[in-house]
């Protein structure tokens, strides 16, 4: 049984609008959630991340929003650009920092001209 | 460059080989993992170590075999694989006590035949 649900396989934005990846998991214990951007031929590259004691974290352009309650999160791209195309997959942990992470199947972005 | 570095990129073997997959990280990270990413699946995390000490096995079968020598280097060793074995394989690194979660190299994609 998936931990971590990525359910949308893909998404299609238009640049400069706004992109929101959306994530949900299953495992209370999570405490640790982090976002990966996955370019085709490289590994993931980490993005962002959010311990469970906040609710948002931003970092430029990249937002990503905790609701504990409804066990989900969201990263928000504003604006978005052509080179944020790419995969991007969810991860959680159950040890803080420095728990081992579990991984959605990745959501596809892709960011038209 | 992204500071884990994987060889080969790609390899292809049959059932009856034996092949080893290198990973090598200059980061000073402490702890090192093999995960296996499968057409339309999440991440599996595959090995755990720390500090050299395998922490975790997760269900993998035994013609898959980690070693880790040192706290910069990790294998994994092949024999005897199946045609589903076929997949990209992730090596990853972090700092235990980080807040960054991991560092990956990008991988090398194998294919059984």
């Known amino acids: 049984d998936q931990q971590v649900k990525q359910n949308s396989p893909s998404l299609s934005v238009q640049e400069g609008r706004i992109s929101i990846l959306n994530c949900d998991y299953t495992?209370?214990?999570?405490?640790?959630f982090l976002w990966y951007k996955k370019y085709p031929a490289e590994g993931p590259t980490f993005l962002i991340s959010?311990?469970?004691?906040?609710d948002k974290n931003e970092d430029g352009r990249f937002t990503v929003f905790l609701n504990k309650s409804a066990k989900h999160l969201s990263l928000h791209i504003v604006p978005s650009q052509p080179g944020d195309s790419a995969v991007y997959f969810c991860?959680?942990?159950?040890?803080?920092?420095?728990?081992?992470?579990?991984f959605g199947k990745g959501t596809k972005l892709s960011v038209k001209p | 460059e992204t500071g884990v570095t994987q060889t080969p990129r790609h390899l292809v073997m049959g059932m009856t080989n034996k092949k080893s997959l290198k990973c090598e990280q200059h980061?000073?990270?402490?702890?090192m993992y093999w995960y296996k990413q499968s057409a339309k699946k999440p991440l599996e995390l595959m090995f755990v170590?720390?500090?050299?000490?395998?922490?975790e096995n997760n269900s993998v079968p035994s013609r898959f075999s980690p070693e880790c020598p040192n706290s910069s280097h990790l294998f994994l060793h092949l024999h005897t694989l199946q045609p589903e074995d076929s997949a990209l394989y992730l090596c990853?690194?972090?700092?235990?006590?980080?807040?960054?979660?991991?560092?990956f190299g990008s991988g090398t994609r194998l294919t059984v035949v």
């Open positions: 990853a690194s972090s700092q235990v006590t980080g807040t960054h979660g991991y560092t």
């Open positions: 495992n209370s214990m999570f405490d640790y």
């Open positions: 959010i311990s469970s004691i906040k």
């Open positions: 991860a959680a942990s159950a040890g803080g920092s420095q728990g081992n992470l579990i």
């Open positions: 980061l000073g990270h402490n702890a």
């Open positions: 170590y720390n500090f050299k000490e395998q922490t």
